[in-house]
């Protein structure tokens, strides 16, 4: 193969089926076709079915965590059947392997919530649900969140890519539900659901984030993601994704992270732990200007954290 990628030599980008996946893909394809000038079949998308798109009756947690969005993709690229993979960041674990790196982030999208109601329910926010509905999430952040404003609130289970979870919501299997605003735009749905702000509902780490990863040790194709790569967004899905790893949480571990941007240039993290049933939370923030910062908020949360929170994490 060249280093430059063509038509006949393309640059092949690995990533889930699922139609939310596939438009992520092509936003990569998009973002390297204008860096580098390529012709568009120069890059070739290479779909796989995962595992955590195949089970859909049971909560992450209980078949193997996070690491069902990333098997396939991550076998196929240390087999050299892809060149990198597309992830959503938010879907992948907070520790990697060593045998990848993550080269590029695009930039990030929309970080917020949006509250979805089905016809007849006439809510914008979660204190305006009805009483008892029904808010259908595979989320422990968002089951407890919701929980912590409205505890007479349901949030049974509710998994499958946009399409089903909408159609589920249409059945009137629920009465609501919580989706990713960045995902919602990514499929061109525009007018779907009321976005929730993050004084409400602070966001899962990196959500709204893509992650382009290739073998570590592999200059060209690290060479080729870097163009691409917007230095904001890494900034803040480090701080995040640092704070995620000092609490060590897993699937299960209701926890939420957010770091913005401030006028002046500083970062500002976000985060939050809850109980399972979101009946009690520590939050806070905190400045991130060096290594070391988004732990040290880890850790004055879970100092402050009753056994309920606490005993969620393994840090």
Not at 113 to 141: K, N, Q, W, Y
Not at 287 to 307: F, K, S, Y
Request: negative net charge; glycine residues 8%; proline residues 6%.
């Amino acid at each position: 193969m060249t280093d430059r990628p063509t038509p006949d030599h393309p640059l092949r980008l690995g990533t889930r089926a699922s139609p939310l996946a596939m438009a992520q893909a092509t936003q990569a394809v998009a973002a390297l076709v204008t860096a580098h000038g390529l012709d568009p079949a120069a890059l070739e998308i290479v779909p796989v079915t995962a595992t955590g798109d195949r089970i859909q009756d049971r909560a992450l947690a209980e078949v193997g965590g996070k690491a069902l969005w990333t098997r396939e993709l991550d076998a196929m690229l240390d087999a050299g059947v892809i060149d990198a993979a597309v992830h959503s960041l938010k879907d992948v674990e907070t520790i990697r392997d060593a045998r990848f790196a993550l080269a590029a982030m695009l930039p990030r999208a929309d970080a917020r919530d949006r509250l979805v109601v089905r016809e007849g329910v006439a809510a914008r926010t979660i204190a305006e649900l009805p009483p008892g509905a029904r808010l259908g999430t595979s989320s422990p952040r968002r089951a407890a969140q919701v929980r912590a404003l409205r505890p007479d609130l349901e949030t049974p289970l509710l998994r499958g890519n946009v399409a089903t979870r909408l159609a589920k919501l249409a059945a009137g299997d629920y009465e609501a539900t919580l989706l990713a605003a960045a995902g919602l735009e990514r499929l061109g749905m525009h007018d779907v659901g009321i976005v929730q702000p993050v004084e409400a509902l602070l966001p899962a780490a990196s959500q709204g984030a893509i992650g382009l990863e290739c073998r570590a040790g592999d200059a060209r194709v690290a060479a080729l993601l870097a163009p691409v790569d917007d230095a904001p967004t890494r900034r803040a899905v480090a701080a995040e994704r640092a704070f995620l790893a000092a609490l060590g949480g897993d699937c299960s571990s209701p926890v939420a992270a957010h770091a913005r941007l401030l006028a002046d240039g500083t970062l500002r993290l976000d985060g939050a732990i809850y109980s399972e049933d979101g009946g009690d939370h520590v939050a806070g923030d905190a400045p991130i200007a060096r290594d070391g910062d988004a732990a040290a908020l880890a850790q004055r949360l879970l100092a402050a954290a009753p056994d309920t929170v606490r005993r969620l994490f393994a840090a």
